[in-house]
């Protein structure tokens, strides 16, 4: 178990930077995900943690002491990557046994330590059989078990899940979960998928292009995003951005772009000053009725997707592709003309500039 903690760490790459001035500190038995898309940093930062990567700048410390120039055998980590690699000449148990081999640990330590890790991941009855054999799952199980049988300070993994199918990923997340908190080590998890970051962590870093977006519980990275970004990134489908002028007339402010017009009056004090924001409202939290004579927003349906027990309807709002959520028995058909409502309740206002939120 170790606090992990990384001080403007800073990394480049010839005239790429994929590190710019990351600060975070990861708490002793803490599941701690990085989450982010392609070429946000990720892997560099686990690579750092590791000693796999010197940083250009900055200080690792494990345990508030620094480890910047400790070599990677020295760290006490244990690292999983994307592609499992197991010895495809050795069985399970051999697999799994492998770092204990290399520390010469005895015979009998060695068989009792593997048997206790194959009973905590299910797999006994794999300890005899050729990789070539496994599943999918299957293979997941022993390269985990060839990472924990170590019992390092902190368990570093890197997209672990990233080559399975859907189902196997739900069955390995909950598995992984279950797995840390019997363990109770300290484990930093990287991952492109929000499911993943959501669903498994204490904590989760939001990184872009080598910086640091926000660190947070995973209900307030989804429920109060600090930014565009991460209001965007976390929700399916995600969340609809529109750009809207802020109108004030008679003692009263709207929102509007196009025909759509949303009463904000409630939030006069952030928009002071602000002629044009960002307003960011969740699919599913758009009101959609069929239209009637009564007075009201009205919008052409662009598209209809069938999903599951949903339909996702898609609008043209001023010069936004605008997403909602109704049931799957609605009859809504594409090209009929619907009434929408946003409630101002469960909007998000970002500055269009910095893109940071406002509300």
Known sequence: MATIELRGIRKSFGKTRA????????NSKEFFCIVGPTNAGKTTTLRIISG???????????????????????????????NLALY???????NIATPLRIKNVPDGEVKKRVHEVAEILHVTHLLDRMPKTYSGGERQRIAIGRVII?????????????NLDAVL???????????????????????????EAVSMSDRVLVLNRGEV????????????????????FFGSPPMNFISCAVARRSGRIDLVSGLL????????????????VTLGIRPQHIAVQEKDETDGQNFNVEAVELLGAKKILTFIVG??????VVPAASGIRAGDTVKIAIDARKIYIFDEHTKKALV
């Open 19 to 26: 590190l710019d001035d990351i600060s975070f500190t990861v």
């Open 52 to 82: 796999l990567e010197k940083q250009d700048g900055g200080d690792v410390l494990f345990e508030g002491v620094s480890v910047n120039e400790v070599p990677p055998r020295e760290r006490d980590v244990a690292m999983l990557f994307q």
């Open 88 to 94: 495809p000449n050795k069985d399970g148990f051999e």
């Open 150 to 162: 170590r019992r390092p300070k902190v368990y570093l993994f890197d997209e672990p899940l990233s």
């Open 169 to 195: 990923r739900a069955e390995m997340r909950s598995e992984l979960k279950r797995l840390q908190r019997e363990l109770g080590q300290t484990t930093i998890y990287v991952t492109h998928d929000q499911v």
């Open 213 to 232: 977006q926000q660190i947070d519980i995973p209900s307030r990275v989804y429920g109060a995003p600090q930014n565009l970004f991460c209001a965007g």
């Open 261 to 276: 017009c949303v009463d904000v009056s409630e939030l006069a004090k952030p928009l002071k000053g602000y002629s044009g």
């Open 319 to 324: 010069d936004a592709i605008v997403l909602a």
